[in-house]
């Protein structure tokens, strides 16, 4: 699965570092929608996300997304830019995919 957090942040990137346009990138993620169920962000998402962020030292984004992840009884979550190897809430375990 993915959240809407990721797409955002996937967007923001296309744009920005890769130099899409709105619609290359717009093209790009809606295969990727194709691939995986999207989660929506709500406000239980941002509640939950707020104390995780502040538990854990996230970052506010990374929060979002560990909530998301969590709501949907994930126990993997990869990320090359969070803390590899921890577990969050004992059920949810952050990997770096390029440290494997």
């Given at each position: 699965m993915i959240s809407v957090q990721v797409l955002n942040e996937t967007?923001?990137?296309?744009?920005?570092?890769?130099?899409?346009?709105?619609?290359d990138a717009?093209?790009?993620?809606?295969d990727i929608c194709t691939?995986?169920?999207?989660?929506a962000l709500?406000?239980?998402t941002h509640e939950i996300g707020r104390a995780l962020g502040e538990r854990y030292g996230l970052a506010v984004y990374d929060a979002m997304i560990v909530a998301a992840a969590l709501q949907n009884?994930?126990?993997?979550?990869?990320s090359e830019d969070m803390h590899h190897g921890l577990?969050?809430?004992?059920?949810?375990?952050?990997?770096?995919?390029?440290?494997?």
């Open positions: 967007l923001a990137n296309c744009i920005r570092k890769a130099g899409l346009s709105w619609q717009g093209l790009f993620l809606d691939l995986c169920p999207v989660v709500t406000s239980s009884e994930c126990t993997t979550l990869y577990l969050i809430e004992g059920r949810l375990k952050i990997v770096n995919p390029f440290i494997l």
